[in-house]
């Protein structure tokens, strides 16, 4: 196998929904495509790769850096033992060759773009699944056949009223999701519990509904909010303090006996590490949300999920952040405790393949080879536009 071609392009998912930390009014993607000179059934293989919403476009760090780097690698360099397929750990040295620990800036999103087409690649290069690859490779040789979803949602938009929050929540459980979850933090407590309650009057559960601050409190307010939110028990409350500010994660734990979930901030082992040995997350209901592209791809996430074994978590227990079907792919694969899912927003990249609509609360696996991203029709539109 051999890469002829890379092909990169920034594409606009702005909207002018807000969460309490920031505004997706100028947010933006990169996508990729890695073109091989490997036929399978008559069809070229070509890995297709994009970030998750929430981190801007990478074109800088992949044009200047990292594609640099894998169009300039020995081929073999790349190759599997066998010398017929990508080797995704091998890639991912390439990327990573002369680059400092630590301080990951956004250069793990960069990676971790490449590293989803990478995986992409190796899958229909076996002309499987990438479901059924992981599950072969790194879970106990069977996958989950469906995944358990919750629709992601309840963002802030100008003059957004409760009755119009009620309303999308109501959407939600129409497509056939049973759980949702809502932004908090970018209104007074008092009015985001009203706005808690409202959604919870439309899910029937407050077991149904989590909710996400995004990172945007100081202790004080976190501990506010959790006092507030607790009466409910709702689902989870996430990300309520800085991501690295393991300390306010530890000292919420001990005032906020509910489920709680953190994550989708951390890009490496060594920060999931850190979490669970200083933020005092709990492994019998605590929610870790870390998202493989991400955090360098699935190589790195691979890593993640070691140093969660290691410290006595289940894989059950990981839902992670992005929405998309790489994670998707993830979650069956290695049995994960489900995923997130963007049922309205950040089109065409949030969902699942078109063939699988959620039902009842989850989300069956195609069985198409790779990933599986020729199965939504209005991404692989925006993939031919920019990258053909």
Request: proline share 5%; glycine share 10%.
């Amino acid at each position: 196998m051999k890469i002829t071609d890379i092909r990169e392009a920034r594409v606009s998912i702005a909207s002018d929904i807000a969460n309490a930390y920031i505004s997706f009014a100028k947010m933006d993607v990169s996508v990729l495509a890695i073109y091989t000179n490997v036929w399978v059934d008559g069809r070229q293989v070509v890995g297709y790769g994009f970030n998750s919403n929430g981190r801007y476009a990478q074109s800088g760090l992949l044009r200047e850096r990292f594609l640099p780097r894998l169009r300039g690698a020995d081929p073999q360099a790349l190759l599997d033992d066998n010398g017929t397929n990508l080797d995704p750990f091998r890639a991912w040295d390439v990327l990573m060759a002369n680059e400092k620990p630590g301080g990951h800036g956004e250069r793990s999103v960069a990676v971790g773009i490449i590293d989803t087409a990478v995986w992409d690649i190796v899958a229909k290069a076996e002309n499987k699944s990438l479901v059924q690859l992981l599950a072969e490779r790194h879970g106990d040789g069977t996958a989950d056949a469906k995944v358990s979803v919750y629709a992601a949602g309840g963002y802030y938009y100008p003059g957004k009223q409760v009755s119009a929050l009620k309303d999308e929540m109501r959407d939600y459980l129409d497509l056939g999701c049973t759980c949702t979850k809502m932004k908090i933090g970018g209104a007074p407590l008092a009015e985001d519990l009203e706005r808690v309650e409202a959604a919870i009057e439309v899910v029937g559960d407050a077991s149904r509904l989590a909710v996400d601050a995004n990172g945007r409190f100081e202790l004080k307010t976190a501990l506010a909010f959790a006092e507030g939110l607790a009466p409910y028990g709702v689902r989870w409350y996430e990300e309520a303090g800085d991501p690295l500010d393991y300390a306010l994660q530890q000292q919420l734990g001990e005032h906020y006996a509910p489920p709680m979930a953190t994550g989708e901030n951390l890009f490496s082992h060594q920060d999931a590490r850190n979490l669970l040995r200083y933020g005092g997350m709990r492994a019998d209901r605590d929610i870790l949300q870390m998202d493989p592209v991400l955090s360098y791809g699935l190589v790195e996430y691979l890593r993640m999920l070691n140093v969660l074994k290691q410290h006595g978590w289940s894989p059950r227990q990981c839902v992670p952040h992005g929405g998309h079907q790489f994670a998707l792919n993830i979650a069956s694969g290695l049995k994960l405790g489900g995923n997130e899912s963007y049922p309205r927003v950040f089109a065409p990249f949030g969902g699942f393949a078109d063939s699988t609509p959620i039902e009842r609360g989850y989300v069956a696996i195609p069985t198409m080879p790779g990933i599986g991203f020729e199965d939504k029709r209005e991404l692989m539109k925006v993939f031919d536009k920019h990258l053909r």
